[in-house]
T-cell receptor
């Protein structure tokens, strides 16, 4: 149990376009979902926390207008990278957590390459 | 601000030898500490959390508040333990995102 999926697993896009990444909890209801970013050979950095039905909370330095997060249901959160640029190329990983067990379960990640 | 430090990028030990992966943290309150593991080409998975005080796959970790450490230990390493290990903390108080260390790549040599 406690499986989290992400789609797509990798995406290549042109500079200036927008890309949407989906994060789904397959067998549990995720009251909270988290989005992380991982640069090559670096650790995961928390970008934002989203609770179902409310606005996401962004970490300092993360542009909320650039990284749009929607958590409209208990099983789906989306991250949209708007007007992507090459510096947005990274590995984006989501995690999901339900209640009462508060362990975070991680998705497999999405590799974004912006040309 | 909270911080997690894993001083070793790479740790190589022989099969059957003891393993200790170091983790130190800085946080003024009472954090919740975790160890996550990432095997090759797989997603991050939870290995241990300090509040449950359990042993998983032979690994244990004790929270030492005086030394602000949460080192991961295993008495006898196995080849299947080769993976990337991340120490992480949650600050609590409603801010539940994980703060990760940079990770230690553990290689178990036959």
């Amino acid at each position: 149990g406690a499986v989290v999926s992400q789609h797509p697993s990798w995406v290549i896009c042109k500079s200036g376009t927008s890309v949407k990444i989906e994060c789904r909890s397959l067998d549990f209801q995720a009251t909270t979902m988290f989005w992380y970013r991982q640069f090559p050979k670096q650790s995961l950095m928390l970008m934002a926390t989203s609770n179902e039905g409310s606005k996401a909370t962004y970490e300092q330095g993360v542009e909320k207008d650039k990284f749009l997060i929607n958590h409209a249901s208990l099983t789906l959160s989306t991250l949209t990278v708007t007007s992507a640029h090459p510096e947005d190329s990274s590995f984006y990983i989501c995690s999901a957590r339900g209640d009462p067990v508060r362990t975070q379960y991680f998705g497999p990640g999405t590799r974004l390459t912006v040309l | 601000a909270q911080r997690v430090t894993q001083p070793e990028k790479l740790l190589s030990v022989f099969k059957g030898a003891p393993v200790e992966l170091k983790c130190n943290y800085s946080y003024s309150g009472s954090p919740e500490l975790f160890w996550y593991v990432q095997y090759s080409r797989q997603r991050l998975q939870l290995l241990l959390r300090h509040i449950s005080r359990e042993s998983i796959k032979g690994f244990t970790a004790d929270l030492n508040k005086g030394e602000t450490s949460f080192h991961l230990k295993k008495p006898f390493a196995q080849e299947e333990d080769s993976a990337m290990y991340y120490c992480a903390l949650v600050s609590g108080g409603g801010a539940d995102g994980l703060t990760f260390g940079k990770g230690t790549h553990l290689i178990i040599q036959p």
